[in-house]
């Protein structure tokens, strides 16, 4: 989706019923469409197939009555929409009518005009991280921030405990709404998790994640991968020629066995994480993480 996500159109759609009231002077009719789902799809971030799950419903769309002076002080986006190539046609209701493009969640767009247009009854205090993306999307593409900064932090600090541990679907959210929200701690946190433990540059859900943060996480993992496991084989090669003497070992008298033991161990737990002893691994290591290298090497010497 481009930046520009409004197009004028000759009519409101006929089959939307839903008319939602935020300014009751309103001069725009917004329209939302409908969404073909009302859940973000199912991902296979490890190389595990996601479980089948049943079609979601459609979203349905929705009719919104807001004024131009707030949507152009809450969005530089829409101000140029509005009135920066001349004067938009009016539609027999007197108002202008402004279509989004598909995608948009009627839900959080209603929400966020609420927002600019000062009703914050309406807003609610707190939103699950689905739709907490979904509000993020809109703020992304229309430039709502400084309008939506003080309920985003809200939102955030009530969602902080469920913040995940691992990469997972709820962590590629977690990346674009700290991206948007411009919360530096959860985002650094987030992307460390991602680097660490994905093993391919991250599914972005289809949400408009910047390239440069897909290339820096990757880049990040690469660079993990590389240093770890140029270490990783020299240790497995001064194992394999006797070079490490770990601890001594009475069985058989030898005092090299400790080394077959250890490397024999290393070997098979690293084959179980993909990983062979004749042939390393080179970049952009792909179907590879840090953290499967690092789960071989500590079960092995366990």
């Known amino acids: 989706m481009d930046s520009l996500q409004v197009v004028v159109v000759a009519s409101p759609f006929v089959n939307m019923t839903s008319l939602y009231e935020v300014d009751p002077d309103a001069d725009v009719l917004l329209i939302v469409p409908p969404r073909s789902s009302s859940a973000i799809a199912p991902c296979d971030l490890l190389g595990v197939k996601p479980k089948q799950t049943s079609t979601a419903p459609p979203k349905p769309g929705v009719r919104i009555k807001v004024s131009s002076k707030h949507l152009a002080l809450a969005s530089k986006v829409l101000k140029t929409k509005l009135f920066g ?13 402004l279509q989004l493009s598909e995608g948009f969640d009627s839900q959080a767009v209603t929400i966020i005009m609420n927002a600019i247009h000062g009703r914050g009854p309406r807003v609610p205090k707190s939103v699950d991280l689905d739709l907490l993306a979904q509000l993020a999307l809109v703020v992304d593409k229309f430039q709502f921030y400084d309008a939506l900064e003080v309920y985003a932090d809200r939102w955030i600090s009530r969602l902080a405990h469920t913040l995940p541990q691992s990469y997972n679907r709820d962590l590629i959210l977690w990346i674009y709404i700290s991206y948007v929200f411009r919360n530096e701690d959860i985002f650094a946190s987030m992307t460390k998790i991602a680097a660490l433990q994905s093993s391919r540059p991250i599914q972005t859900l289809g949400f408009p994640i910047r390239d440069k943060i897909v290339q820096s996480i990757d880049g990040s993992r690469q660079a993990l991968l590389s240093r770890t496991l140029a270490t990783l084989y020299q240790s497995l090669e001064e194992l394999a020629s006797g070079g490490l003497k770990p601890a ?14 250890l490397l024999g161990e290393l070997v098979k737990s690293l084959h179980r994480q993909h990983i062979s002893l004749w042939q390393k691994p080179s970049a952009p290591f792909t179907g590879l993480s840090y953290a499967s290298v690092a789960e071989g090497v500590v079960s092995g010497l366990e």
């Open 248 to 261: 001594s070992c009475s069985h058989h008298g030898t005092h090299d066995c400790g080394d077959s033991l």
């Open 85 to 97: 190539s001349g004067k938009l046609p009016k539609q027999p209701d007197g108002r202008v009518h």
